[in-house]
Nanobody, 127 residues
Framework: QVQLVESGGGLVQAGGSLRLSCAASERMFSIYDIVWFRQAPGKEREFVTAISWSGRNTYYADFVKGRFTISRDNAKNTAYLQMNSLKPEDTAVYFC????????????????????WGQGTQVTVSS
């Protein structure tokens, strides 16, 4: 059974930074895209960013462009989300998942295109 485990969340002041990790148990990690979604209290889960299986392509939601950076280390079966200039509205549980299909030509932004969601890590940004 494939498992993805998020870590690195916590409490930070506005303007601060956090680095989230998404560790996968899968040997074939390097052929799947990785996505980060987030869910704030009372809101639907929303797309944050994704990275292609090769690491060459990334896609960001407009509200994180210039502040967040997604990366991956396929040798460590781990993806990362560097979050800078955090705002109170970034407060949410952050989830990672990998694409249902491998070696995709385009990065997907739809939740249904991803599988093996982690349990999430809480990010709280105080004002």
């Amino acid at each position: 059974q494939v498992q993805l485990v998020e870590s690195g969340g916590g409490l930070v002041q506005a303007g601060g930074s956090l680095r989230l990790s998404c560790a996968a148990s899968e040997r074939m990690f390097s052929i799947y895209d990785i996505v980060w979604f987030r869910q704030a209290p009372g809101k639907e889960r929303e797309f944050v960013t994704a990275i292609s299986w090769s690491g060459r392509n990334t896609y960001y939601a407009d509200f994180v462009k210039g502040r967040f950076t997604i990366s991956r280390d396929n040798a460590k079966n781990t993806a990362y989300l560097q979050m800078n200039s955090l705002k109170p509205e970034d407060t949410a549980v952050y989830f990672c998942a990998r694409s249902r299909t491998s070696l995709r030509k385009e990065i997907g932004r739809d939740e249904g295109e991803y599988i093996y969601w982690g349990q999430g890590t809480q990010v709280t940004v105080s004002s």
